[in-house]
C-alpha cells in the first residue's frame, strides 16, 4: 500500500474570513463548511474531487509571521495545478490585481507562479508540460537554471488550452 496523492493541508491563519475571500475570489475556491464564531473554514479548489483541499484554523490578529525558512523549519509553500496556460495566465492577472503575486518562472518542465496570500503564506500556481510534448530541450533547461516565465512564449509553442500534466500528474488509460 502507498501513498496516492495529497489530499488536504491545514494552515493557521490570523482572520479566516478575509483569507476565505482571497482564496475565494482570486483563486475561485468555494466553502464547503465553516466552523462556528469564524474559527475555520474548509474549502475546495474549483476543479477538485476532495471533500475539501484546504482548510484555515484563525488564531488572531495578534500572531506573528511564518518564520518557517528564516529561523525556524516549516513549510515553503504549496502548489495548486491548473490544467491550461490560459488558466495560468487569467491567475497571474487575478494575482497582479490582488497584490499577491510575487515570481513567475521557467522550470523548463513546469510554469510557474508564485504568489503571497493575505498572512504571507506563499503558494504556487503551477502548469505541466505533458508526456507526449515533453522534449530534450525542456528537460535540459530544468535541470540547468530557473528561468523567468514568458507565458506569451509558452502558449505559442504549447497552446493556450492544451491540457497540461496528462502523463505526468494525470494518469492515463485509468478505469475503474
Not at 134 to 144: K, R, V, W
Amino acid at each position: 500500500m502507498a501513498i496516492h496523492r495529497l489530499n488536504h493541508a491545514v494552515l493557521y491563519v490570523r482572520d479566516v474570513a478575509r483569507t476565505v475571500d482571497f482564496y475565494r475570489s482570486v483563486l475561485g475556491f468555494r466553502v464547503k463548511a465553516e466552523l462556528p464564531g469564524g474559527r475555520g473554514a474548509f474549502m475546495q479548489a474549483p476543479d477538485s474531487t476532495n471533500d475539501h483541499d484546504i482548510a484555515f484554523f484563525g488564531i488572531g490578529e495578534g500572531a506573528g509571521d511564518s518564520q518557517a525558512g528564516r529561523a525556524t523549519v516549516g513549510m515553503y509553500h504549496l502548489a495548486w495545478e491548473v490544467q491550461t496556460l490560459d488558466e495560468l495566465e487569467e491567475l497571474a492577472t487575478k494575482l497582479a490585481n490582488a497584490g499577491a503575486l510575487v515570481g513567475a518562472s521557467d522550470h523548463g518542465t513546469t510554469k510557474s507562479l508564485y504568489a503571497h496570500d493575505p498572512d504571507g503564506l506563499e503558494f504556487e500556481v503551477v502548469w505541466l508540460i505533458p508526456a507526449h510534448l515533453l522534449d530534450d530541450a525542456a528537460i535540459a533547461q530544468g535541470a540547468a537554471r530557473i528561468l523567468p516565465l514568458d507565458l506569451a512564449k509558452e502558449k505559442a509553442r504549447y497552446g493556450g488550452d492544451t491540457r497540461g500534466g496528462l502523463g505526468i500528474s494525470v494518469p492515463l488509460g485509468i478505469s475503474v
